[in-house]
């Protein structure tokens, strides 16, 4: 796995074409840009993973995908590209930017932000609608995202034992 940052740590604005490049070397207006390609930082896949794992351990954390029903009449994984985060029923980001120095900087990514409640609440709503099969109109907040990881668990075992499953949401374990 490889993550891309715009410096490489201590303040410095990265590397440019393999070349170091001092943060004394860099103009002041460049301070925080990327100089030429950014620099990649690797991280070993099982530690990432052993972290990932320990994350999803906590109660209040569901790592989640989702399966659609296809022509054959099976499940079958479903990609999403778009990146949403909903926070609180209060605001929103949604659009193509991951969130690392290439897609903020360097990309042509385009995100759309917005704080209003109502519109936010509606967009979570609608969201899990589609992704559990059912309604969260009822619940607030931290009661519906409760309620999100119990149905995707309980879909994952519904899947494992291949009995159906209604919405798209099931959980997955980073630990397997």
């Keep these: 796995m490889r993550l891309w940052v715009p410096g490489g740590g201590s303040g410095s604005p990265g ?8 943060r004394d070397t860099v ?7 990327c100089a030429g390609e950014p620099e990649p930082i690797r991280h070993e896949p099982q530690a990432w993973l052993d972290d990932f794992a320990a994350l999803a351990a906590h109660e209040n954390v569901t790592i989640a995908g989702l399966a659609g029903i296809g022509a054959d009449g099976e499940r ?12 609180d ?9 991951n969130l690392h120095a290439a897609s903020l900087f360097l990309n042509a990514e385009l995100n759309a932000s917005l704080w209003d409640p109502v519109i936010v609440r509606q967009l979570r709503c609608l969201l899990f609608a589609e992704h559990l099969g059912e309604t969260t109109e009822d619940l607030g907040t931290a009661a519906a995202h409760q309620r999100f990881g119990q149905v995707a ?3 994952r075992v519904r899947w494992d034992a291949g009995q159906p499953w209604t919405g798209l949401a099931f959980s ?3 630990a397997v």
């Design 15 to 22: 590397k440019a074409r393999g070349d170091r490049v001092d």
């Design 27 to 33: 103009p002041a207006e460049r301070h925080g840009q």
């Design 76 to 87: 079958h994984g479903v990609y999403v590209h778009s990146k949403l985060m909903l926070i």
């Design 89 to 97: 029923d209060e605001w929103a980001t949604i659009g193509s930017c």
């Design 153 to 155: 668990r309980e879909s």
């Design 172 to 174: 997955l374990d980073p």
